[in-house]
């Protein structure tokens, strides 16, 4: 049986964190007096900590010394780590045990490439930390998505090489990253937003059984 190598993102595709990301960067970028909309959210997802606040110091055309700069980012973690503190298995998004389940069930290697620090974290709260063969996260890179090299380490440590791995995503910036890598790329969210995925899915729920068995056998 061939074997494939299936990455996933953590926050929007594991687990519903992206809405706790959004509220926390809210309140920051409000906090210092810029607008922050749903639009300008799309933009962070899957951006690191420290791109994200560039960009929303860009848009509120702020310049602010180092200090005050690692500050905020602290505050900001602060507040989402407080959101997590709250979370368990049911945060975990419809019908992602199912895949994790069933691709363990055809001895398929998983590992997760997410580019927050806080993921360990997170999936030992919900419970699905045993599940992965290797967990890439934001400690481990120093390029950050829409730049592979998250998945890249992920296709290295699972021993599989990058033509054979399928990425999840629900962000514009992982999509862009999967395709870098030369990876398959399946976003999990909007066909307008996720234009460059080579499939999308609304939610896990939409996805078959027999699609991942066309994944691993192609
Ligand atoms: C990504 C999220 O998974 O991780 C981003 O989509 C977030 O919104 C990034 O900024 C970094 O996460 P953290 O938890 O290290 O701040
Ligand atoms: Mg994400």
Known sequence: ????????????V????????????KKLANGIGVDFTETQNEQL???????????????GNKTILQEEFN????KKNE?????????????ILPDVPKVLSYLIKEKQPISLGSA??????????????????????????????????????AAKLL???????????????GIQAANAANMISIGVGEKDVLQEADYVFSDFTEM??????ELINR
């Open 159 to 173: 021993k599989i090489k990058p033509e054979d791995c399928i990425v999840f995503e629900d962000s514009v910036a």
């Open 71 to 74: 500050q905020l980012m602290a």
């Open 45 to 59: 997802k899957g951006v690191s900590r420290v791109k994200s606040l560039e960009k929303i110091l860009a848009w």
């Open 116 to 153: 927050s620090k806080n993921a360990r974290e997170i999936l030992k709260k919900v419970n699905l930390y045993q599940q992965f063969d290797a967990i890439v996260d934001g400690n481990d890179v120093s390029k950050a998505k829409p730049d592979p090299e998250v998945f890249l380490i």
């Open 1 to 12: 049986m061939s074997k494939k190598g299936f990455i996933f993102d953590l926050d929007g």
């Open 14 to 25: 594991i687990v519903d964190t992206a809405k706790y990301h959004f509220l926390a960067w």
């Open 208 to 213: 078959e059984n027999s699609f991942i068995e």
């Open 79 to 91: 507040d989402y780590l407080s959101y997590i503190a709250k979370m368990d298995a049911s945060e």
